[in-house]
C-alpha cells in the first residue's frame, strides 16, 4: 500500500515515514499540500496522512479537493493536528476526511495503523496531468461555492416568495443563459407555479410527472413571469427540489442550445439551496395562512376582516362594505349532508377570490355561510355584487350534485357616518335581512334607501 504523507514539520514527516515504513508500508513525503496533492497523482498513492495546518493548502481543503475527483473519492484520509479544538474536529469531518487523530494522543501512531489496515482501498489510476486537474477542481469548487451564497442571500427575501421567485430567475439566466422558466411549489394545500406559460394546468401536469408521489392540492395559483411560451424546440432540463428527503417543488429551464452535464451538476447544486428556502417560504405562507386565512375557502377570516377594517377606519378612508348570505343554505346541508355543503363554500370562496382579483376588492369568510365583499372605490360595489349575483345563479359547484344551485343574498352598505366598522357592519347586516324578506336572491343596498 502506498501513502502519502502531507506535513510542514519534518519531525512528524520523520516519524510517521519510519513508522510506516517499518509496518511494511510504501511512503511518500510532501511538505506542504500542494506539493501532496501533485505526489498523489504521480506516485497513484493509496492513502493520504495530512497535517491540518500546513502553508498553501492546508489539509482541510486538500481533503476537500481529492474527495471532489471521481477517481480518489474513495481513498482513504487521515488528518492529524495539533490543535485540540473541537471545532476542528467537526470541520475534519465535514470536509471528507476518514478520521481524526491528535497529534498529542499516546496512541496517535498506533490509531493511524488500525485505521490503514482497515481500508484496502486500491487506486487504479494512472498519473495524470495533476495541475491542470487540480485547477479544474477548484475552479468547481470555487463556482460550488459561489452560487451556494448567492442562493443562501435570497432566504433574506424569502417571506416574499414572488419576489425571490423573481430573482432564482434571474441567477439562473445569468448562469444558463436560459430563454424560459417554469417553478412549481408545493403544499399541503395549495400548488404556485411561476411561468412565462399561458396554459398553466399542462405546464403544472408535466411538472407533477416528474415526482415520486402524486399530489392532490384544494388550490392551484399561477403566475406569469416573462419568456418564451413555444418551448417545443428547445432543448429542457428538469429538477424536482427537495428538503431533508421531502419533495417541495419541480423546476424547469428551456433553451436552444443543449444543457451539458457540468450545467445539469451545477442546477442539482442550485436546488439543493433552493429546498430549504422554499420551505421556509411555505412555512411562512402556512403561517399566514393559518392566522389570516379561512380553512376551508382559502379566502380571508374573521380576524384578517377586522384587521383590513381597522386599517381603513384608522386611515379615514371612504369604504363600501356587502355581506353576502347563500340562500336557504341549511336545506342544502340536511339534503345533501355537509360534505356537499363544504364543496359549495369552497366553490363560493375559489369564484369569489377570482372575482375580487379581477375587481380589486377584499372578500372573506365572515362566518358560516356569510361572506364579505369590501369595496374603496365608492361608489361602485352595489353593480358589482350584483354582477358576481348573475355569476353565482350560473355557477355549479358541487361535483357530488352537479345539478344543485345556489343563489345568494346580499346587503351593501357605506362608512358615511357610522361611529365605527361595526356599525357599518350592522348596518349591511340590516339590509341583508331585508333581502331575505323580501324573497332572496336580490340585493339591498344603502342607494335603495338614499
Not at 406559460?197 to 415520486?212: A, C, Q, S, Y
Not at 439543493?272 to 393559518?290: A, P, V
Not at 343574498?409 to 331585508?434: H, N, P, W
Request: hydrophobic letters at 40%; charged letters at 30%.
Amino acid at each position: 500500500m502506498k501513502v502519502v504523507i502531507a506535513d510542514d514539520s519534518k519531525m512528524w514527516r520523520t516519524i510517521l515515514k519510519d513508522f510506516l515504513s517499518s509496518n511494511g508500508y510504501e511512503v511518500v513525503v510532501a511538505e506542504d499540500g500542494l506539493q501532496a496533492y501533485s505526489k498523489i497523482y504521480e506516485s497513484c498513492a493509496d492513502a493520504l496522512i495530512s497535517d491540518v495546518v500546513m502553508p498553501g493548502l492546508n489539509g482541510y481543503q486538500l481533503c476537500r479537493i481529492l474527495k471532489k475527483d471521481p477517481n480518489l473519492k474513495d481513498m482513504p484520509i487521515i488528518l492529524l493536528t495539533s490543535s485540540v479544538d473541537r471545532v476542528d474536529r467537526f470541520w475534519s469531518m465535514y470536509s471528507g476526511a476518514d478520521a481524526y487523530i491528535e497529534k498529542s494522543a499516546s496512541n496517535a501512531l498506533d490509531n493511524v495503523k488500525k485505521i490503514l489496515q482497515r481500508n484496502s482501498w486500491k487506486n487504479e489510476t494512472t498519473p495524470q496531468n495533476a495541475k491542470n486537474l487540480f485547477g479544474a477542481l477548484l475552479d468547481e469548487l470555487l463556482v460550488e461555492t459561489t452560487i451556494r451564497a448567492e442562493i443562501r442571500e435570497l432566504s433574506n427575501h424569502v417571506e416574499d416568495m414572488d419576489y425571490t421567485v423573481q430573482k432564482v430567475k434571474n441567477l439562473l439566466k445569468s448562469i444558463f443563459s436560459i430563454e424560459s422558466f417554469a417553478l412549481l411549489i408545493i403544499s399541503v394545500s395549495e400548488m404556485v407555479l411561476y411561468s412565462s406559460f399561458k396554459e398553466g394546468r399542462k405546464l403544472e401536469k408535466d411538472l407533477l410527472k416528474r415526482m415520486k408521489r402524486p399530489y392532490f392540492p384544494n388550490y392551484h395559483t399561477y403566475k406569469n413571469l416573462e419568456g418564451k411560451e413555444d418551448v417545443r424546440n428547445m432543448n429542457s432540463l428538469y429538477k424536482v427540489i427537495s428538503f431533508d428527503g421531502k419533495e417541495e417543488g419541480v423546476l424547469a429551464l428551456w433553451r436552444s442550445n443543449v444543457f451539458s452535464k457540468r450545467e445539469e451538476k451545477l442546477l442539482s447544486i442550485i436546488c439543493e439551496e433552493l429546498g430549504g428556502i422554499i420551505k421556509t417560504g411555505i412555512q411562512i405562507n402556512d403561517y399566514r395562512k393559518n392566522a389570516y386565512l379561512d380553512d376551508l375557502t382559502g379566502i380571508a377570516n374573521f380576524r384578517a376582516i377586522e384587521e383590513y377594517l381597522g386599517k381603513l377606519w384608522n386611515l379615514e378612508k371612504d369604504f363600501e362594505l356587502a355581506i353576502l348570505d347563500i340562500d336557504h343554505f341549511k336545506k342544502v346541508n340536511d339534503t345533501y349532508g355537509h360534505e356537499v355543503g363544504n364543496e359549495i363554500l369552497m366553490g363560493l370562496g375559489k369564484l369569489l377570490k377570482d372575482f375580487s382579483n379581477a375587481k380589486n376588492l377584499f372578500v372573506g369568510r365572515f362566518g358560516g355561510e356569510e361572506f364579505i365583499m369590501i369595496s374603496e372605490n365608492v361608489p361602485s360595489l352595489t353593480s358589482l355584487v350584483n354582477e358576481f349575483k348573475a355569476m353565482v345563479e350560473k355557477a355549479r359547484f358541487s361535483n357530488s350534485v352537479p345539478e344543485l344551485g345556489i343563489t345568494i343574498s346580499a346587503g351593501v352598505s357605506i362608512r358615511d357616518d357610522s361611529k365605527s366598522f361595526t356599525q357599518t357592519i350592522e348596518s349591511a347586516d340590516e339590509l341583508l335581512y331585508q333581502a331575505k324578506k323580501a324573497g332572496r336572491n336580490r340585493v339591498m343596498s344603502y342607494e335603495s334607501f338614499g
